[in-house]
C-alpha cells in the first residue's frame, strides 16, 4: 500500500508536468488509456506482473479526480452555478464507494480476484471516453 501511494504521488507529479505541455484532456486520455491497459494486463496476466499491474494502476490514478473536478467545473458556462455543480462533483464520490463492493461480488461470481480487476478497467475506459469526447469538442 506504501509503495501504491508513492506511484500515485509520481504519477500525479508527472501529469502536472505534462498539463504544463500538452492540454489536459490530451494528457488525460493517454493517462486512462494507459491506466485501462494496466488494469486488462491485471486481468489477464497470471503471475506476479498481475500485483505490479494492479500496484501501477496507481501512477494513472493520481491525477484523475482532481483532474476531473477541475476540468468539470471549468465547463460551467453559467458561472453562478459552480457552487452547486462543485457541491455534486463531489456527493459523486459517493460512486466511487460501490465499485469495491462490485469488485467483490464479480470476485464471488467468478471464483477470481484477478478477474474483478476489470471493474476499474471500465472506469478507466468511461473517463477516457469522456476526455476523448471533450478534446473532440475542444
Not at 465499485?99 to 476499474?120: A, E, T
Not at 471500465?122 to 475542444?138: D, P, Q, V, Y
Request: aromatic share 14%; hydrophobic share 55%.
Amino acid at each position: 500500500m506504501v509503495i501504491s501511494y508513492f506511484i500515485w504521488f509520481a504519477g500525479k507529479l508527472c501529469a502536472n508536468w505534462l498539463m504544463e505541455r500538452f492540454s489536459v484532456t490530451k494528457t488525460m486520455v493517454w493517462y486512462s488509456l494507459l491506466g485501462t491497459l494496466v488494469l486488462l494486463l491485471t486481468v489477464s496476466v497470471h503471475s506476479p506482473i498481475a500485483i505490479w499491474g494492479a500496484v501501477a494502476t496507481s501512477f494513472f490514478f493520481g491525477p484523475v479526480y482532481p483532474t476531473i473536478y477541475a476540468h468539470g467545473l471549468d465547463q460551467i458556462k453559467e458561472k453562478q452555478h459552480t457552487e452547486t455543480g462543485g457541491a455534486l462533483m463531489v456527493m459523486s464520490l459517493v460512486g466511487g464507494a460501490f465499485v469495491p463492493v462490485i469488485m467483490g461480488r464479480v470476485s464471488d461470481l467468478s471464483g477470481s480476484m484477478q478477474l474483478s480487476f476489470i471493474v476499474p478497467a471500465i472506469g478507466f475506459a468511461l473517463i477516457m471516453w469522456f476526455f476523448i469526447s471533450e478534446h473532440k469538442r475542444g
